[in-house]
């Protein structure tokens, strides 16, 4: 007896790209990149992907966008400026500096979604920032929001 599956996913958010109102709920916010795998499972072990997505999704009501494979490198490099910004890996100044290397050299253009004029907050600011999925949550949540983690409120 051989016990087989499909439609197993595995998710991974690469964290915050840029700041977008989104047209489902209204809500301006840093859109998270994501990329969802679908796999083959044997006895309940995944054993290879079939199936690959990208997405650009809305952190408040998971509303999203399909991203093109060839965009999603240039979208990781700028989800890891972000969160180094906002884990204050990197000051203002750097993260504005790899930006703009960044797009000028990908020539990164989405433009149905994509706002470069817009970064993230730094964490002094009234919003909190989850260190573990970089949702940005109020000041005087406890918890992520999103991930349900405990936020740190120094």
């Known amino acids: 007896m051989i016990i087989f599956g499909w439609g197993h996913q595995k998710t991974k958010n690469y964290g915050p790209v840029f700041e977008y109102t989104c ?3 209204h ?3 840093f859109w998270q990149l994501v990329s969802i795998s679908t796999w083959f499972t044997l006895f309940f072990i995944p054993i290879f992907p079939y199936e690959n997505k990208h997405l650009l999704i809305c952190p408040v009501c998971t509303y999203g966008a399909k991203i093109e494979r060839k965009e999603v490198e240039n979208l990781k490099q700028l989800a890891n400026f972000n969160s180094d910004l906002i884990n204050g890996r990197i000051t203002d100044q750097e993260h504005k500096q790899k930006v703009r290397a960044t ?3 990908k020539q990164l253009i989405d ?3 994509s706002n ?3 970064r993230p ?3 002094s600011s009234k919003a909190l920032h989850c260190k573990y999925c970089a949702y940005k949550n109020v000041s005087k949540a406890g918890f992520c929001r999103n991930c349900g983690k405990k936020l740190n409120n120094n």
């Open 23 to 25: 047209s489902n709920c």
């Open 27 to 29: 809500n301006k916010n």
């Open 103 to 105: 797009l000028e050299n």
């Open 111 to 113: 433009t149905s979604l």
């Open 116 to 118: 470069s004029n817009t």
């Open 121 to 123: 907050t730094n964490q």
